[in-house]
């Protein structure tokens, strides 16, 4: 199949808590897995992206983690601010044809 | 770089009408995807397209759904006799020389309405 399953439909934290939002994958030929985050009525926007020889990566206070072996990976968003509400999408490379996306994550950060 | 541009942003029609919506990848970049979002809901891929080819078209509906990408242009998504059904915002992506293994930027969309 070409699944990709993401968790939780929904988030809400606190202003300043981590959030972590996690998908798992069915095509283990998969070797691209970006995020992206889409604000309300907005394009969705590239925040990070990993691939499959690297089994984790940081940028400032977002980090994304990649298990190969159990098909799954997460973003990890630390001291979380109310910009960061937004709704965000996991995608993996399907094929080598297409990235599938997962259903989406709405964020929310309360102040 | 002006990036990955759609137009129109909104486009309205009436049931039976034809829609034709435009994207214009990135400069330098020959992969270009479409996908449509619903309300509310997730990016379900609908076809993937190299300069004069089509890819992928596994997502695209079997009829009224056509898209192409000409050697000189921007790439054209046209949906033929729009139902209320089509109504959703559609988004175009592109990539470079790495296809869907590579970054992929979308523009900003075209919001369809069929009333």
């Known amino acids: 199949g070409e699944n990709v399953e993401q968790h939780p439909s929904t988030l809400s934290v606190q202003e300043g808590d981590s959030a972590v939002i996690k998908c798992t994958y069915s095509?283990?030929?998969?070797?691209?897995f970006p995020w992206y985050k889409q604000e309300l009525g907005k394009r969705p926007q590239l925040i990070i992206d990993?691939?499959?020889?690297?089994g984790e990566k940081k940028d400032q206070r977002i980090a994304v983690t990649l298990n190969k072996t159990a098909k799954h990976f997460s973003l990890h968003i630390t001291e979380t601010q109310p910009e960061d509400s937004a709704v965000y999408f996991c995608?993996?490379?399907?094929?080598?044809?297409?990235?599938?996306f997962g259903a989406g994550t709405i964020l929310r950060v309360k102040s | 770089n002006a990036g990955v541009m759609q137009n129109p942003r909104h486009l309205v029609r009436r049931r039976g009408q034809e829609a034709r919506l435009r994207c214009s990848p990135m400069k330098g970049h020959s992969h270009v995807y479409w996908y449509r979002q619903l309300p509310e809901e997730g990016l379900k891929f609908m076809v993937y397209?190299?300069?004069?080819?089509?890819?992928?078209e596994s997502g695209m509906p079997k009829e009224r759904f056509s898209a192409e990408f000409p050697k000189e242009g921007p790439s054209i998504l046209r949906i033929q006799q729009v139902v209320r059904g089509d109504s959703a915002a559609y988004f175009c992506a592109s990539s470079g020389n790495r296809g869907p293994n590579a970054e992929a930027f979308f523009g900003q969309g075209t919001r369809l309405t069929v009333v």
């Open positions: 397209l190299q300069k004069e080819n089509i890819i992928d």
């Open positions: 095509d283990s030929a998969s070797n691209y």
């Open positions: 990993i691939r499959s020889n690297v």
């Open positions: 995608a993996a490379s399907i094929g080598g044809n297409k990235l599938v």
